[in-house]
């Protein structure tokens, strides 16, 4: 794909440094090792190599999503890449899906739904503060252009419940301090066989959500897990794990709900 005015772009350098900015006729890009006149990339194939004034060779790509999150601005701490991938398999989403998350925050899950119910599918995604939502906005802006049609973005405590819009669904992710307070919404909510994702940092809170689901009935907690991911990295004369990681992040657990005119129990 060729690089076209208001694109985001990534530039890597020779040390594997990523910069990523938009392209605008006119302005130019400059770092430790000079300058690259945006014009230049306008035009470029995906994969391209530029010069920079003072000789540093560049690859010009547009950001992967996993990219782009990592770089985006943040209002609230974002879910990494590895456990957004994993929630995407966890949580079964699927074309067309109809999904509720909780909360925006900065939107890194909000943009995986997004791409993985593709457009015949809803994103409904509830965060009670004002200034993050603002900051989610910005992003999911800047990663498709728009704000698409298909994402509603409600302004609202979770905990006090859903509107009364937001049922029949088929998929509801948690990333908030207290899922368990979330139970009772998603089992009215969501629809036979519907799952339900909580991502915690700590596994005291998932210990207290699944106790919680437990006496609540009507799920089948199929699972906890959580993702460790090692990068390695290949050098001239050896290939090895990098010395740094991210150790941990959180814990995902996952439910499903029974059907709705079926089981009052948990298993
Ligand atoms: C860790 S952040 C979510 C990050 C997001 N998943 C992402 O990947 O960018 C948790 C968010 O939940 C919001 N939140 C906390 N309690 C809430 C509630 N009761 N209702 C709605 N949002 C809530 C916080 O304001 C915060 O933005």
């Avoid at 910069?19 to 391209?48: C, M, N, T, W």
């Avoid at 000789?55 to 990494?80: D, H, N, S, W």
């Avoid at 009935?217 to 993702?227: K, L």
């Amino acid at each position: 794909m060729k690089i076209v005015e208001g694109d985001i772009v990534q530039l890597v350098d020779t040390k594997g440094r990523r910069y990523q900015f938009r392209v605008r006729r006119g302005a130019q890009f400059s770092f430790h090792k000079g300058v690259v006149p945006h014009d230049e990339l306008i035009g470029l194939e995906e994969g391209s190599v530029v010069i920079s004034s003072h000789g540093e060779r560049l690859l010009v790509f547009k950001p992967t999503l996993a990219e782009f999150v990592l770089k985006m601005q943040r209002g609230a701490q974002i879910i990494y890449p590895k456990d957004l991938a994993a929630i995407l398999m966890l949580a079964d989403v699927f074309p067309g899906a109809r999904v509720l998350e909780a909360g925006t925050g900065s939107a890194a899950l909000t943009l995986a739904l997004l791409r993985a119910v593709g457009e015949h599918g809803v994103v409904i995604s509830y965060e009670v503060r004002k200034e993050f939502l603002e900051v989610a906005k910005r992003n999911v802006e800047a990663f498709f252009g728009n704000i698409p049609e298909n994402l509603i973005l409600r302004e609202r405590n979770i905990y006090e419940g859903l509107v009364e819009d937001d049922k029949n669904l088929d998929r509801m992710i948690l990333d908030l301090p207290e899922p368990w307070r979330v139970v009772k919404h998603a089992k009215a909510s969501l629809r036979s066989g519907g799952i339900l994702v909580a991502y915690n940092p700590s596994i005291l809170q998932i210990f207290k959500l699944s106790k919680r689901i437990k006496k609540t009935g009507g799920f089948f907690i199929t699972g906890v897990h959580e993702v460790v991911v090692r990068a390695w990295e290949i050098g001239q004369r050896s290939i090895r794990p990098e010395h740094r990681m991210v150790a941990h992040t959180g814990f995902i657990l996952t439910a499903r709900r029974l059907s709705v005119a079926g089981t009052e129990r948990s298993y």
